[in-house]
């Protein structure tokens, strides 16, 4: 029911900046964190950024100081915005989220956006 659309994602040399956007759409009553992944090629995908229900935030150690996770729960959309970008933050970025088990869904459920590439060079 809940859906993920991701957008942002672009070129850009190092230094630069990007401002990453996720719109989620359907019933969000019963999510209770959103967060950011990423994965480059011949690599794990990581947590790059959380949020909670109540804004508490966590970053990876590589992006402290340089990427900053909010959202605007009026508009249900989660945003990322990276500063500094280097080379090694080159991946395909993936927003999330985690909803509870509700009647209609007895399990906890990992929801998905398609992905948006970031690529960062000179």
């Known amino acids: 029911q809940v859906h993920l659309v991701e957008s942002g994602g672009d070129l850009v040399q190092p230094g630069g900046s990007l401002r990453l956007t996720c719109v989620a759409s359907g019933n969000m009553y019963s999510v209770v964190s959103m967060a950011w992944y990423r994965q480059a090629p011949g690599r794990q995908r990581e947590l790059v950024a959380g949020i909670s229900n109540r804004d508490v935030a966590n970053y990876v150690d590589s992006v402290k100081g340089r990427f900053t996770i909010s959202k605007n729960n009026a508009k249900d959309t989660l945003y990322l915005e990276m500063n500094n970008l280097k080379p090694e933050d080159t991946a395909v970025y993936y927003c999330?989220?985690?909803?509870?088990?509700?009647?209609?869904?007895?399990?906890?459920?990992?929801?998905w956006g398609q992905g948006t590439q970031v690529t960062v060079s000179s």
């Open positions: 999330y989220a985690l909803e509870v088990p509700t009647r209609d869904r007895p399990y906890e459920s990992e929801i």
